[in-house]
């Protein structure tokens, strides 16, 4: 691709339509939509050279950036909802304080599994990665990693309620 700043203006005016009608799939109004491209392409600008493919990259950015957008407002609307309903603001303050508890007693936990364990979580739950992505990053066959996904969940239970 062509790098010059008239051929990016190009490539944009081509797909920012497209790149704005995925974003408004996912997001509740135009300006929350406009705001996902921008931050998609943000992301993608920063990670350009790691594209095989910029264009497909570019709308799972986009995308990604509006599914983002969509689960930070879901959490606000929850939150807003709670405090509405119970008419006290300090409830918003003490769920900030039990989820830090709880990131820091999952964070011990996580801590406590084999090596080979912990990174298929963390590749599975935080990076979102199928079983056969972390096979291929890996290089294991996605029955090893989802069994060792199944023992680091059965040795997480056992610590977690261990602790408790």
């Given at each position: 691709m062509n790098t010059t700043p008239d051929s990016w203006n190009a490539w944009l005016d081509a797909t920012g339509a497209a790149l704005l009608l995925v974003a408004r799939t996912l997001c509740r109004n135009l300006a929350d939509a406009e705001d996902a491209v921008q931050s998609g392409f943000?992301?993608?600008?920063?990670?350009?050279?790691a594209?095989?493919?910029?264009?497909?990259y570019l709308f799972r950015c986009v995308r990604a950036?509006?599914?983002?957008?969509?689960?930070?407002?879901?959490?606000?609307?929850?939150?807003?909802a709670r405090?509405?309903?119970g008419g006290r603001q300090e409830v918003w303050f003490r769920d900030e304080l039990e989820r830090d508890e709880q990131r820091a007693e999952l964070a011990a936990a996580l801590r406590k599994l084999p090596a080979a364990q912990a990174e298929v979580v963390a590749?599975?739950?935080?990076a979102e990665l199928s079983f056969a992505e972390?096979?291929?990053?890996?290089?294991?066959?996605?029955?090893?990693?989802a069994s060792?996904?199944?023992?680091?969940?059965?040795?997480?239970?056992?610590?977690?309620?261990?602790r408790r």
């Open positions: 943000l992301r993608f600008w920063k990670q350009r050279a594209a095989h493919n910029p264009r497909a950036a509006a599914l983002d957008q969509q689960r930070s407002q879901a959490r606000r609307r929850r939150r807003e405090v509405a309903a590749l599975k739950i935080f972390i096979g291929a990053l890996l290089t294991l066959s996605p029955n090893t990693v060792r996904y199944r023992y680091a969940l059965k040795n997480l239970a056992q610590v977690l309620v261990g």
